[in-house]
Structures are given as structure tokens and as C-alpha cells.
């Protein structure tokens, strides 16, 4: 007796072909040659080869005061250009530039940087330490936490502490920009992302689930205790 295969198997290989294509396409748009425009002091909008397609592409960008910084694709390498000569802000250290490390994520505030280094997940910062925005606390740098995500203002940085989801600030904050509210600290609630600006910060808050788990948790005992009939059918969903 000859065997009838399922439609769904003539398609399976072409679909996964397809599928394949589609992820080797999404990849290489990530990645892509640095351009560059506008007007700064030491040429910050004008990318090097390193980053340019001439000599590498990147797959991450950061533009600080008065210089910018790159990562470079396939490297990981950190690539900056631009104003140096006041702190150094565009010269990266061995621990990002390849030397001793990559790096994953990278933001530029005006006189400094910071990147999350590839494999470890620590946070290194350099440039201008006024403040000490160039020196991340111990919860985001590796000794006692790490980050997934980065944001570098002005004078301060914020970071998303690995496991957590809980922002941490530091540098100057006279206007309270790194000091993080509860809603995105781990009190109340977390994030998923985090930007900042001059004087102040944003982060795209996730919400703790702990009146939800607590109204839940109240109707399961009351269900348990009084066996309700119109407990038995209601359903417990999880809030999406």
C-alpha cells in the first residue's frame, strides 16, 4: 500500500527554508555601515572606516556631547571619534575596545560613556568622572549585580539590573534624575527599558503583580473555605 503524506509535509521544508532566510535577513539589517551628519567640534558626526562600511559595519550607536561612539559588528569592539583631548571620552578602555573585552550596549552622555561588557554583563563607564557618573555602583559593575539595559544622560546613567529588572542611577542628581521612584526601583514595580536626558531619566515601567496575586490569593481561600458554587465556575486568569 503506498503511503499518503500530509500536505503540511510538502510545505515543512519550504517553510523552514523560508524561516531560515528570514532570520539570516533580520540579522544583517541589525548590522550596517554608520553615517553621519551635521556639525561638532573634532568631527564627532563623521565615522571612521572601523565603522563605515569601509573597514566594518556596527550593530550599535551612541552620540555624546561632542564626540560618538560605535559597536562594531562581528567584533563587538567599541569604536569612538569625536572630541578627546578634555577626558579621554573618546578613547573606550581594554575592557570594551577588544583588548580585554566587547561590548553589547553602549550610551554617550556629554563628556562620558558607558557600555555593558559582552559575557560578563558588567557596566564600564569612562570619560569625565564629575559626580561620579563614570563610576557605576557595585550593583550594575559585577560586584554584587549586573545590567541588561543603559542610558546615559548628561551628568548621570541608569541602568536595568540583570535578574531584577530593577533601575539603578548614579551621578548627579539635583533634580532627582537618579533617584529612581518606586514604580521602576523594585518597589512597586520594574523595567524593560531606560533612556536619559540632561536632567532627567524615563523607563518603561512593568507593574508588580502583588495586588493581583493578593486579590487571587483572597478569592482561592474563600473558595477553599465556603466551597461556593459560584466560586467553582468563575475563572482565575492571569492578567495579560
Excluded at 559626580?131 to 549586573?146: C, F, L, M, R, Y
Aim: a neutral charge.
Amino acid at each position: 500500500m503506498t503511503k499518503r503524506f500530509s500536505p503540511l509535509f510538502r510545505v515543512l521544508p519550504i517553510m523552514l527554508f523560508c524561516l531560515t532566510l528570514m532570520g539570516a535577513a533580520a540579522a544583517a539589517a541589525s548590522n550596517g555601515p554608520v553615517v553621519g551628519w551635521g556639525r561638532g567640534a573634532s568631527v564627532p558626526e563623521t565615522p571612521p572606516d572601523t565603522v563605515n562600511g569601509v573597514a566594518g559595519t556596527a550593530t550599535g550607536i551612541a552620540a555624546g556631547g561632542n564626540h560618538s561612539c560605535a559597536i562594531q559588528a562581528g567584533t563587538g569592539n567599541v569604536v569612538c571619534w569625536g572630541q578627546d583631548w578634555y577626558s579621554d571620552q573618546a578613547t573606550p578602555p581594554d575592557d570594551v575596545n577588544g583588548v580585554a573585552g566587547t561590548a553589547t550596549a553602549i550610551a554617550a552622555g556629554y563628556d562620558h560613556n558607558c557600555a555593558i561588557q559582552d559575557g560578563t554583563g558588567n557596566v564600564v563607564c569612562w570619560g569625565y568622572d564629575g559626580d561620579g557618573k563614570a563610576t557605576p555602583p557595585d550593583a550594575v559593575n559585577g560586584v554584587a549585580g549586573t545590567a541588561t539595559a543603559i542610558g546615559a544622560g548628561s551628568r548621570h546613567n541608569c541602568a536595568i539590573q540583570a535578574g531584577t529588572g530593577n533601575v539603578v542611577c548614579w551621578g548627579y542628581d539635583g533634580q532627582l534624575q537618579a533617584t529612581p521612584p518606586d514604580t521602576v526601583n523594585g518597589v512597586a514595580g520594574t523595567a524593560t527599558a531606560i533612556a536619559a536626558g540632561r536632567l532627567h531619566t524615563l523607563a518603561i515601567a512593568v507593574p508588580e503583580p502583588t495586588a493581583w496575586l493578593a486579590q487571587t490569593a483572597g478569592l482561592a481561600l474563600l473558595c477553599a473555605l465556603h466551597r461556593s458554587r459560584a466560586c467553582k465556575r468563575r475563572r482565575l486568569t492571569v492578567p495579560l
